[in-house]
């Protein structure tokens, strides 16, 4: 079992702690969703967790030994074509080739593959790096921001494939700001909160809802919201 | 690991920064041996000094041309995405390398001298420029962004690198051995080159590039 045994973290020695003892296990076949507001410090749980960023105090135990992790912007900038760089990928991953065809497939980028990676939309983008990451089943998948720019169709496929690769007894990680984790209702809740992480969901970790309204309601809408006794974090154009 | 090795070098082939170092290594070569002609290892010894700044210049660029999220997903991979980056420099160090000990027959740029022999001007063409390649990738490993995390550190470290080397390298200085020997030994390929000083020098330089790589590992630990 994946084990956070008092993980602390730092970015160089100067700087303030983002995860201060950070406790937490994930078993085979769990899905843990990470919640919290912007720049609390998600992404670099999930970093931690994936192998990216070593801690500066405690340990990550029995990291299972293929990961495979999405992170929340697919470095697109590199001079390969889709079928070209999953190729190294899968090369990589000690797979043949031919392994990121079905996932090409299913992702619905086959028609992609001679494109250059610089030349793809963001959503597009964000598929290859779904893509990498499940070329071999990972024993624990992450996945940072998954829904960002995806379509509504492949925003359906991400609770497809993480009922997969849990179902096939990996562990499974999401952050989610966006309330898109509704979509993953037996997932167990992370909070991260001021650098601290509460397992099982915390009262006082907000969840935030994008809603869209016409401008000319925007000013009642915000009332009304507030009347209601939420907290109205932003009213402007998108 | 090899998979990650290949990755680097298609990407660094496949931009135009590759062509910026392989193109100055042909100038200095092109201006070396542009003047007439000179004995083999004479030649190889000034030729390793001068490749030796565009060898870790190339190293640097190699190691930056990836983006950072995707050395991360490397590292996701396979823990050892900073030995496969180290492989791919030296291997691309490679090509310079050649170019710099076969050009200088093709341009007729040496001359054998009496008691030369053709396999032994290219064993020392090849020890002289084998000393200086691991030094050179790992002042470069140690210029780079990974390690450097800005542009403007990684240039000062990498031109900082280039000027101890050389003017630590002079034979009136101080500490010749906080320097890989790249000076030294194109001094002791000008006479006839001992074998306890080919050891010595092999030694010195095998030394320097370990620590300099050691010291990249290390850094690289918390520095993905």
Known sequence: MLRLDDVWLRYGRGGGWVLRGVTAALAPGEVAVVLGLN???????LQVVAGVLRPSRGAVRERPAVVGWVPERFPADQPFTVDQYLGHIAAARGEPRSAAAQWTERLGIAGYRGVRLPDLSKGTAQKVGLAQALIRRPGLLILDEPWEGLDAATRDIVPELVAEVAGAGGAV?????????????GAAQWSVQDGHLTV????????????????????????????EGHTVLRVGPR | MSALVRMRVAGFARTGRSLAPLLAGLVVIGILYGGGQARPAEAYGVSAVVLFPVLAWQTKLLLDTEPDVQRHLARVIDRREWLAGLAAAALAGLVPVALALVLPWLIGGVKLGQGDSLPGALAVGLWTHGLALPAAVALGALASRAVTRSAGYGVAVLVSGMTWALVLGLKSSPAPWLAPPVMPVARAVTGAVQGGQVAVLSVWGAGWAVAGLACYAYLRRTRP
């Open chain 1, 39 to 45: 720049g609390v410090g998600k992404s670099t749980l």
């Open chain 1, 200 to 227: 099982g969901g915390s009262a006082e970790a907000p969840w935030v809802i994008e809603i869209s309204v016409g401008a000319g309601d925007a000013v009642e809408a915000a009332a009304r919201l507030r009347a």
């Open chain 1, 173 to 185: 990680l999401i952050s989610d700001h966006r309330g898109e984790t509704a979509r993953l209702p």
